[in-house]
């Protein structure tokens, strides 16, 4: 059973950075596109940066410019680099598979930016 553990969250400044980090417990990043996905209070799930395979990245509109996805398969483990974070960034971060499965879910690292 493949575990996802998502870090990295905390509080910061309007225009600050973060970098989360999630960590496999199998090798299912080579196999597998991975997205960042986020949940707002009151809002639905969204997915906002993905990578490929072979490590072609896409993004939200409202991330891209400020966000970067990458990963290391020999670490298995995915990153998202955040930027120029703004209040609506605020989310509890996870992190899956592309479509997502729900049995992948984990317990997701929360952000917080204040203005």
């Known amino acids: 059973q493949v575990q996802l553990v998502e870090s990295g969250g905390g509080l910061v400044q309007a225009g600050g950075s973060l970098r989360l980090s999630c960590t496999a417990s199998?090798?299912?990043?080579?196999?597998?596109?991975m997205g960042w996905y986020r949940r707002a209070p009151g809002k639905q799930r969204e997915v906002v940066a993905t990578?490929?395979?072979?490590?072609?990245?896409g993004y939200a509109d409202s991330v891209k410019g400020r966000f970067t996805i990458s990963k290391d398969n020999a670490k298995n483990t995915v990153y998202l680099q955040m930027s120029s974070l703004k209040p609506e960034d605020t989310a509890v971060y996870y992190c899956?598979?592309?479509?997502?499965?729900?049995?992948?879910w984990g317990q997701g690292t929360q952000v917080t930016v204040s203005s």
């Open positions: 199998g090798s299912i990043f080579s196999k597998n596109a």
């Open positions: 990578i490929t395979t072979s490590g072609s990245t």
């Open positions: 899956n598979t592309l479509p997502y499965y729900n049995n992948y």
